[in-house]
């Protein structure tokens, strides 16, 4: 099992003591969901962003942000 040690960065596979692998989906496509995401791709998981609406942050940015953001995360 995985646990969560202090920060994002700090997720290790319990048993063995190794970085995490692999992939992650994330619901949400708000300031947490792509927040958390992008902490996930930095740790060089793939991710999947799940979203009822068509771009990230559509409750405060709009469709070119929405964009730009969503390319960060590829």
Known sequence: AAKLEGRMHDL??????RRLRGRGVV???GLLGVEVAASLRQMRLHVELVSVHRHPW??????????FVAGSLR
């Open 27 to 29: 619901i949400g496509a």
């Open 58 to 67: 559509s409750g405060f940015a709009g469709e070119e942000i929405g964009a």
């Open 12 to 17: 290790v596979d319990d048993r063995e003591g």
